[in-house]
């Protein structure tokens, strides 16, 4: 008998399959296709009597079926390519990022180039799985991208991606609202921020125009007014598309925008498990060995709730620190009312260009000089260790905590 991991590929399922020589409909494997071959990635290349071959791994067979392959019989441009350039890569970090010199009449690899080279080739594969996992799970249009063009980190293996708050037992994050405005022109009414004492938070172009430190309140699922209404931005999603990327100066993974985006806009939501203060203390132990910043006060009224965003969180979980940020954090109330719960959205502070990475301040002060009562009703959860801060900021302040 053989056991399957729960979370198997289509691809793991298959080799598994051909390896048994079993027949599964449901997932590709019928006696057509027990014997098809599909070049999943090259892994070796070598020269024998002038003739050009590369190890092939075939996509949904083990790799005790690898095959060489003379390179006339491949059809597969792409791959090619990228197992030239996955050696070229090698060779240059080998020499110290110094410019390579092509050679053609090289014979065959060394094992630790080949190794390398499939390294790269099963992470290039993982990437993109992870990649459609997180476009599958969204809730909003834009498109989520990843990219590793740093080291052979894969997608981390423990975490999942959710859209909205993900409340531990006990706790309630919706409180059953039940009535909305009956506004038919949002801006000009006596909207649902004015019910709540404050002014409206978006003006006609749907920007912010408020200050840090003051709440918003979006129309909910019983006011009257549509979809277009100027006062439904953060409960609509993240509007730009964003990538997920490795950074450089071994800060992890960062997150960067892919299209420009204009000061006072909303990029994206703050989510993960909802959990109570107590909890976030325990855990808050446990991360500090490992150097996480991922629990967030939800101390906006009280200090009663944190979210953890460790485990359970979207595109925010990967973006960094930076003690000159570009994005401000915002408490936003929608279909839940209670204090002790507000949302937390990230609104962009200046112009972000195409490219550019996205962070925030972990303790929420930095460019915009928060005082020091604003800063303690949006701070983050306090710290035990001192975490170096890597951002490289003219004004960094050495430390996250």
């Known amino acids: 008998a053989w056991y399957v991991p729960c979370l198997a590929s289509l691809e793991i399922l298959q080799e598994l399959c051909r390896k048994e020589n079993l027949r599964c409909k449901s997932i590709g494997i019928t006696n057509r296709s027990l014997k098809s071959y599909e070049v999943e990635y090259l892994c070796d290349y070598?020269?024998?009597?002038?003739?050009?071959?590369?190890?092939?791994?075939w996509k949904g067979w083990p790799e005790s079926s690898n095959t060489w392959e003379p390179q006339k019989n491949l059809n597969c441009p792409l791959l090619l390519q990228n197992f030239l350039n996955d050696k070229d890569e090698y060779f240059s970090r080998v020499r110290e990022s110094k410019p390579l010199k092509v050679r053609n009449h090289f014979k065959a690899l060394k094992p630790v180039v080949t190794d390398y080279i499939v390294k790269k080739a099963k992470q290039?594969?993982?990437?993109?799985?992870?990649?459609?996992?997180?476009?599958?799970?969204?809730?909003?249009?834009?498109?989520?991208?990843?990219?590793?063009?740093?080291?052979?980190?894969?997608?981390?293996?423990?975490?999942?991606?959710?859209?909205?708050?993900?409340?531990?037992?006990?706790?309630?994050?919706?409180?059953?609202?039940?009535?909305?405005?009956e506004c038919t022109d949002c801006p000009a009414e006596k909207c649902c921020p004015k019910e709540a004492g404050f002014i409206l938070a978006y003006n006609k172009r749907k920007k912010l125009k408020i200050q840090p430190g003051l709440p918003i309140y979006e129309c909910n699922s019983f006011c009257r007014c549509g979809p277009d209404c100027p006062n439904r931005i953060v409960q609509k999603g993240t509007p730009y598309s964003l990538c997920?990327?490795?950074?450089?100066?071994?800060?992890?993974?960062?997150?960067?925008?892919?299209?420009?985006?204009?000061?006072?806009?909303?990029?994206?939501?703050?989510?993960?498990?909802?959990?109570?203060?107590?909890?976030?203390?325990?855990?808050?132990?446990?991360y500090d060995n490992q150097g996480n910043t991922y629990?967030?006060?939800?101390?906006?009224?009280?200090?009663?709730?944190?979210?953890?965003a460790a485990r359970y969180g979207n595109v925010s979980h990967f973006v960094n620190h930076s003690c000159d940020p570009n994005l401000q954090v915002f408490n936003v109330f929608i279909d839940n009312l209670d204090l002790r719960l507000p949302r937390i959205a990230l609104f962009s502070t200046r112009t972000i260009k195409a490219g550019e990475e996205l962070t925030f301040d972990y303790q929420m002060k930095g460019s915009l000089d928060l005082t020091s009562d604003s800063a303690d009703g949006l701070s983050p959860s306090r710290k035990r260790i001192r975490t170096v801060c890597k951002c490289g900021a003219v004004c960094c302040r050495g430390y996250l905590n």
């Open 46 to 57: 070598k020269v024998e009597e002038g003739t050009e071959y590369y190890l092939v791994k």
């Open 124 to 181: 290039r594969i993982a990437l993109q799985r992870w990649k459609e996992e997180l476009n599958r799970k969204k809730n909003h249009k834009a498109m989520i991208l990843v990219e590793n063009t740093v080291d052979l980190e894969g997608p981390p293996l423990d975490f999942y991606y959710i859209n909205e708050y993900k409340p531990a037992p006990g706790i309630n994050v919706i409180n059953g609202i039940t009535t909305g405005c």
């Open 244 to 286: 997920i990327f490795r950074t450089n100066n071994g800060r992890g993974w960062g997150v960067k925008t892919l299209q420009k985006i204009k000061t006072n806009s909303f990029v994206m939501e703050y989510v993960g498990e909802v959990i109570t203060s107590e909890e976030a203390e325990r855990r808050g132990q446990l």
């Open 295 to 308: 629990l967030f006060d939800l101390d906006y009224d009280s200090d009663e709730f944190t979210v953890d």
